[in-house]
């Protein structure tokens, strides 16, 4: 992996941790159970549902943001072991 692709993850890292990601997330869920209890009572046209239903799915988004980052950073590293074994192997090593 890159030293660039390894500052990356970090900076996300270390934004997940960081008691305002904490609370944004603590936000995001709120409005997501908000918009689903009231939100679809509320519906008078089409397009309203079109634009309650793209609020949910980037909700969702930024809700498995930090899942996606981490299976992310953890398939980077398979890779990279993966590669490394390989390079092994044709090394003769």
């Not at 949910?56 to 930024?62: A, K, L």
């Amino acid at each position: 992996m890159l030293k660039k692709q390894e500052d990356i993850y970090e900076f996300y890292f270390d934004m997940f941790n960081s008691k305002g990601w904490k609370l944004f997330i603590e936000t995001m869920l709120e409005e997501k159970q908000s918009m689903s209890k009231s939100g679809f009572y509320e519906i008078k046209s089409e397009l309203e549902l079109g634009k309650l239903q793209g609020a949910i799915h980037y909700i969702d988004t930024i809700l498995a943001l930090e899942n996606n980052m981490k299976n992310m950073y953890d398939e980077a590293i398979n890779q990279q072991k993966n590669k490394n074994y390989v390079e092994q192997i044709e090394d003769g090593g």
